[in-house]
């Protein structure tokens, strides 16, 4: 007899734990729940707000001469090899930055060819940087121009880019503007400073 109710006690527990499981969860009061789909539609959309032009002469240009310059010979430090990574991996993001201006024509598709292009050979520069790789740094450096060039015949650019050579038709730097001099004051004649002393005596 005992057995028995123990059994039927079991088979009760072991019932009602089933039905437990299988019991649809109410949501809890106060937990936020998961964005849908709408809401993420309203998320800010990326948009170019600089044209092209000064991409390059803001970051591509000035970027490429600063290794240029730093690689002429090995660098002696590792703030040095951390400079020209960091020169590396801002020409690579400029090259996310084309992507969201391609040209209104039929260039679109060759344009994102050159701007990933120009992305993943800044990348190759910059890993060969982190390694400290001074021959296959410049070597990078050499084909990132040879990325450039590429694009610029695609789309009729008349700038030539060139590592650790001829500066022909490059871009030029804009001189710095040379600061008026002022024009120095006439020195007062001898004669007329010593009238003007001897007045100056009577007065008193």
Not at 134 to 157: I, M
């Amino acid at each position: 007899m005992y057995y028995r109710h123990t059994f039927r006690l079991a088979l009760l527990l072991s019932l009602a734990l089933g039905l437990t499981a299988v019991a649809p969860v109410s949501p809890q009061v106060g937990v936020p729940l998961p964005a849908s789909k709408a809401q993420l539609r309203t998320a800010p959309r990326l948009e170019a707000v600089a044209d092209t032009r000064l991409l390059m002469d803001g970051i591509n240009w000035p970027n490429f001469m600063g290794m240029e310059q730093l690689l002429k010979q090995k660098p002696a430090n590792v703030d040095t090899w951390s400079t020209i990574r960091g020169q590396a991996l801002l020409i690579a993001e400029n090259g996310n930055l084309l992507m969201l201006r391609p040209p209104r024509n039929q260039g679109e598709e060759t344009w994102m060819q050159r701007a990933a292009s120009l992305r993943s050979k800044a990348v190759q520069l910059a890993r060969a940087a982190a390694a400290q790789d001074h021959e296959r740094s410049r070597t990078e450096l050499k084909e990132l121009a040879s990325t450039c060039n590429r694009c610029h015949q695609s789309f009729r650019v008349d700038v030539r880019i060139t590592a650790f050579g001829d500066r022909t038709n490059l871009p030029q730097v804009p001189p710095v503007p040379e600061v008026p001099k002022v024009p120095k004051v006439p020195a007062v004649p001898t004669a007329a400073k010593t009238a003007f002393d001897t007045s100056l005596a009577l007065l008193h």
